[in-house]
């Protein structure tokens, strides 16, 4: 649904419409419209070719290099990327 709330008003007197984006939230914690969902690394839900380019905040990374596969046991929290086969550290 457009709301006047996310439209953009763009050149002259045409109207630009956003679209709002609206994320899952599997704790019902969520609040926020852009904000990601969070879950611990052992929660993630299966890394597939369906989910491919979701993103999660995971609260318990062990590790932050760039593109590594997440494994849960730490205390880091970082964005999670499915590439479609695994959780990659990073956006």
Known sequence: MITRRNACWGLGSLPFF???????????????????PQST???LPACATATMGVQYLVTD??????????????GTAIVVT?????WLLGG
């Open 61 to 74: 990374a062990n590790a932050t290099s760039f593109h590594s596969i997440a494994a849960g046991g730490g």
């Open 41 to 43: 690394v052992s929660s």
């Open 18 to 36: 956003g679209v709002a984006v609206a994320y899952a939230d599997p704790t019902g914690t969520n609040a926020l419209q852009n904000k990601l």
């Open 82 to 86: 499915c590439n479609g086969a695994n």
